[in-house]
């Protein structure tokens, strides 16, 4: 990761969160291997770390302070830092916490389904266990639940026209299949500390803006087994008047949804050293 070798806010942060984690994540981060970095222990801890990391750069490099945050899922939780509702420990320990805890739940399925509303989707579902996990875009939906449940649903998807692309995940995440972890979530959520934040942070389970720690540590209390709506999410800061997006951390699967969402917005990366320099770069001028 040249951001580590390039940024000493980056290579600061990441030895601060093997020191927390008690384990080298940043070694897992760099090299791998990719078996160890696919378990949901180890990847939502991978992409905390990087997501932070690159962050941390993002504000050492002057990057223009957010009207609002988000983050898809596991994102809520960088966000959750970048607001300063979260400590570094209190972030890592948590993520960690709930890797562990989704990891060991019941096996379960989800598939991505393309080129079907969400009112067509939600009423196949709602004919089994299977819910609508994700609302990424209009027409991106995730569904989750039980391996039976997931496949009925996508088959009769298909029938009605939609592509569906089964994801590689063991769990059903942000579904009820989840409830049991998301009380043992529950309990660890109320060990830490959660401050007013900083910045907005348009969560996942409400799409709405919060500030008060206490609302924020509540709503996301909910998040495990209900959808991320990430769609109204979006719809919401697009409605403050919100015209750039950036998304930190890598890859840019999230700059694609938000493009789909509305194509007139500014959307930039940091992933990289060159995608940070090219995005303050743009923040300036625009």
């Known amino acids: 990761m040249d951001l580590y070798k390039q940024f000493p806010a980056a290579k600061k942060i990441f030895e601060q969160i093997d020191q927390i984690a008690r384990r080298p994540l940043s070694n897992l981060c760099f090299d791998g291997p990719a078996e160890e970095l696919k378990r949901t222990i180890n990847t939502q801890s991978a992409i905390l770390a990087v997501s932070l990391a690159a962050w941390e750069c993002y504000c050492e490099a ?5 009207a609002f945050v988000a983050g898809h899922s596991l994102g809520e ?3 959750l830092y970048a607001a300063k509702v979260l400590s570094l420990d209190s972030v890592i320990r948590l993520v960690e916490k709930r890797g562990q805890l989704m990891e060991a739940c019941p096996p ?4 991505a389904v393309l080129g079907i509303k ?9 004919a089994t266990s299977a819910v609508v996990a994700n609302f990424n875009t209009e027409e991106q939906l995730v569904i989750s639940g039980d391996p039976q449940s997931v496949a009925q649903v996508g088959e009769q998807a298909k029938a009605q026209g939609a592509k569906v692309i089964p994801l590689p995940v063991g769990g059903a ?9 998301a009380k043992e979530f529950s309990r660890a959520l109320n060990q830490y500390q959660f401050s007013d934040a900083q910045y907005p942070v348009v969560q996942n389970v409400t799409a709405l803006a919060h ?3 206490t609302v924020i540590k509540n709503t996301l209390d909910q998040q495990m087994t209900n959808s991320v709506l990430w769609y109204t999410t ?16 890598p ?12 194509k007139t917005v500014s959307i930039h990366n940091v992933g990289d050293s060159a995608s940070l320099n090219a995005t303050i770069a743009a923040l300036r001028t625009d």
């Open 211 to 213: 500030t008060n720690g």
């Open 234 to 249: 979006i719809k919401f800061m697009l409605d403050q008047g919100v015209t750039h997006f950036v998304e930190i951390g």
């Open 62 to 66: 002057g990057g223009p302070q957010p």
């Open 251 to 262: 890859g840019k699967v999230l700059s694609g949804m938000v493009k789909r969402i509305d």
């Open 108 to 111: 379960g399925a989800m598939s």
């Open 77 to 79: 939780f960088s966000a």
């Open 118 to 126: 969400f009112e067509q989707l939600k009423e196949l579902c709602n």
């Open 173 to 181: 995440f942000h579904s009820p299949l989840m409830s049991q972890a």
